[in-house]
């Protein structure tokens, strides 16, 4: 069999301490995936890595080539680097602000059935379809298709890296894609989600690397306009991504999760950084 693993990108910035969140990450996945459970984490060259971290990374990977984030506050214009560093032959990627809490090694050998397959269906914290809209507008004005790059499976074909070489050439001109392509509603900032989308629809490859058929890979997705609250028109204006002033988190000492009352068990994008507490990290030390 080729070799299946997970790979992280932890660039910290002043948004948050990425590679903590890695490392959070990573000690969920050893705690819970039950085959396939390799991590490997990609660092900016000269990241000191404390030695608790490296004991749970099963590849410390600086990232190659200049870097395409320098200066900038979310570090998200290196994601065309990930197929020239994953160490795995069958790769998912994951952003770091994420954490797993049930075993999803049965996923795979559906996800190898493509050579690269984005997420498309993430759901709330209540299980329900999050609702997109707020934060997709760009993709429906600009008929891109509807992906997630948090959680991506790949593997390295000559599809696979004709969509990643397009990804690099979109990154590297931004702003001449932007302006020619997105003609009908543009980002306010680069967005990885926007650029991959992009990618595949320059390419073609839009049918071979999303799948609607089966509902994986699926992960709950917690920004807060998307969860499906009843809102007037009023408190839609004024709610804040913060998800966690609204709803009641709580998180156990044997690694179970529970917001506003649901426990939470498909892949978790938790996306508010302050989420991550070091109690929760101590309960995974614990663990591990």
């Keep these: 069999m080729s070799s299946r693993g997970y790979l992280i990108l932890a660039e910290n910035s002043p948004s948050g301490n990425y590679l903590e969140m890695a490392y959070c990450l990573a000690m969920s996945i050893k705690v819970t995936q039950s085959t396939v459970n390799q991590v490997a984490v990609l660092v900016t060259p000269g990241t000191e890595i ?36 994953t160490p795995f032959d069958q790769t998912v990627f994951l952003d770091a602000d994420m954490l797993f809490f049930r075993d999803v090694s049965h996923w795979w050998d559906i996800l190898e059935k493509q050579d ?20 997709r507008k760009v993709f429906t004005s600009n008929q891109l298709p509807d992906i997630y790059n948090c959680f991506l499976y790949f593997k390295k074909t000559p ?29 306010k900032n680069y967005s990885g989600d926007v650029a991959f989308a992009l990618a595949l629809k320059l390419s073609g490859n839009i049918e071979e690397a999303t799948n609607n058929y089966f509902d994986i890979p699926r992960f709950i997705h917690m920004r807060s306009h998307g969860q499906g609250w009843n809102l007037s028109e009023e408190e839609s ?22 917001v506003g009352g649901y426990r939470i068990l498909e892949p978790f994008h938790y996306h508010v950084k302050s989420f991550l507490t070091p109690r929760i990290i101590e309960y995974y030390e614990r663990e591990r």
């Design 50 to 85: 404390p030695e608790k971290y490296q004991r749970v990374f099963d590849h410390i990977i600086e990232l190659p080539w200049l870097d395409n984030n320098e200066d900038e506050k979310w570090k998200v214009r290196n994601k065309w680097k990930i197929i020239h560093s």
């Design 116 to 135: 690269m397959w984005f997420s498309t269906q993430p759901l709330n914290y209540q299980g329900t379809k999050f609702q997109g809209d707020h934060y």
């Design 159 to 187: 599809l696979t890296f004709e969509v990643f070489e397009m990804m690099k050439m979109i990154t590297w001109n931004w702003t001449k894609f932007e302006y020619e392509f997105l003609s009908e509603k543009r980002p």
């Design 237 to 258: 204006k004024t709610l804040q991504e913060d998800w966690t002033r609204y709803v009641p988190v709580h998180f156990t000492p044997d690694l179970k999760c529970f």
